[in-house]
Structure formats: structure tokens, C-alpha cells
């Protein structure tokens, strides 16, 4: 079954999964997962290695769904939880599994943050690992590519703005 976010989708959550799909570069027709555990609406990615899936539902709802449909399902999985009002009342949070051959990594509570330079990120309020979103699928990095704090609240804004575009069914 083909689905594509649309702004006229049931579940405004669903619509904040055209942010990654972009990031992704991906235009094509995409895999609805209807088992695992996983929020309604969850889709795959093949190419990418991805499982997608997005929640109004906060924490601890879905705690720990993500890094057992990785290990299950041999993919990276993203899990964002967008509230009811997506960051006007509600901050928008993704956990996040990478799916390794050591085991699966598991980053919880991390923010979309859009780079001056066009690229999508997830990142962490105290630092830590950092997670592009690109065409190919998710890559991981340990040192921050940006240059202080500052510039990553300003990240983080420019993509929560996006995000209240997007649940508003803008673009």
C-alpha cells in the first residue's frame, strides 16, 4: 500500500513525517507497517533503511518501541512524538534506534533542528551523538556540525517553525 503525507491527513502528527521524507529526498510511494507495535501511520522506507512513525501520543507511550522494532524489523527507526499542538503548546521530541551490527544505538527525547546550510538533524539538549537525516537514510556523528549552542537553538527554531507550517497543513 502507498501512502504520502498530505495536508489533509486524519492525524496532523502524520503530516510532520513530509520533514524526514524531504530530508530523505524521497518522492516515491512508501510501505504503511500496520504491525510491530508501532503508531498507526508508520511507513518504510526501503531504500533508505528507515521505519518512520509519528505520535501525538507523549512519554511514555511507545517507550522502547523503537528499539525493539529495530532489533525485530534489521532497520534504523524514528519515532516523533508531535503532542496535539506541535510546537506552539506541545514540543515535538524523536526517539531514535540505529539499527548496527553491535546492537542497536538508542537516542530518546532528541530535537529537529534545520541547518542554515538546508540540511535536517536531530539533536540533544545537553549535547551528545547527532543524527543527519539525508538521502540514503540516517547517519550518526559524534561531533556536532554546529558551531555553538546558539547556532543550534537557531537550528532548532527555524525547524519548529517548519513544523508548525506543516501540522497547520502548510508547506
Given amino acids: 500500500?502507498?501512502?504520502?503525507?498530505?495536508?489533509?491527513?486524519?492525524?496532523?502528527?502524520?503530516?510532520?513525517?513530509a520533514l524526514p521524507l524531504r530530508a530523505l529526498g524521497h518522492s516515491g510511494g512508501l510501505t504503511l507497517?500496520?504491525?510491530?507495535?508501532l503508531p498507526s501511520g508508520t511507513i518504510e522506507i526501503i531504500d533508505a533503511n528507515l521505519v518512520l512513525a509519528a505520535t501525538p501520543c507523549a512519554h511514555p507511550m511507545f517507550a522502547g518501541v523503537a528499539v525493539h522494532a529495530a532489533e525485530r524489523l534489521g532497520k534504523d527507526v524514528v519515532?516523533?512524538?508531535?503532542?496535539?499542538?506541535?510546537?506552539?503548546?506541545?514540543?515535538?521530541?524523536?526517539?531514535?534506534?540505529?539499527h548496527s551490527t553491535a546492537g542497536v544505538i538508542s537516542l530518546s527525547d532528541m530535537l529537529?533542528?534545520?541547518?542554515?546550510?538546508g540540511g535536517l538533524?536531530?539533536?540533544?539538549?545537553?549535547g551528545g551523538p547527532f543524527v543527519q537525516i539525508a538521502p540514503g537514510g540516517l547517519r550518526l556523528e559524534m561531533e556536532s556540525p554546529f558551531v555553538t549552542w546558539h547556532e543550534i537553538g537557531d537550528t532548532a527554531?527555524?525547524?519548529?517553525?517548519?513544523?508548525?507550517?506543516?501540522?497547520a497543513g502548510g508547506r
Avoid at 527555524?158 to 501540522?167: T, Y
Fill in 33 to 37: 507497517l500496520t504491525s510491530s507495535g
Fill in 157 to 167: 527554531c527555524r525547524a519548529a517553525a517548519e513544523i508548525v507550517r506543516l501540522s
Fill in 121 to 126: 538533524w536531530l539533536v540533544r539538549h545537553g
Fill in 79 to 98: 519515532i516523533t512524538r508531535t503532542g496535539l499542538h506541535p510546537e506552539t503548546l506541545d514540543p515535538v521530541t524523536s526517539d531514535v534506534a540505529l
Fill in 1 to 17: 500500500m502507498s501512502l504520502l503525507p498530505t495536508a489533509h491527513a486524519a492525524d496532523p502528527s502524520l503530516r510532520l513525517l
Fill in 112 to 117: 529537529f533542528a534545520r541547518h542554515e546550510e
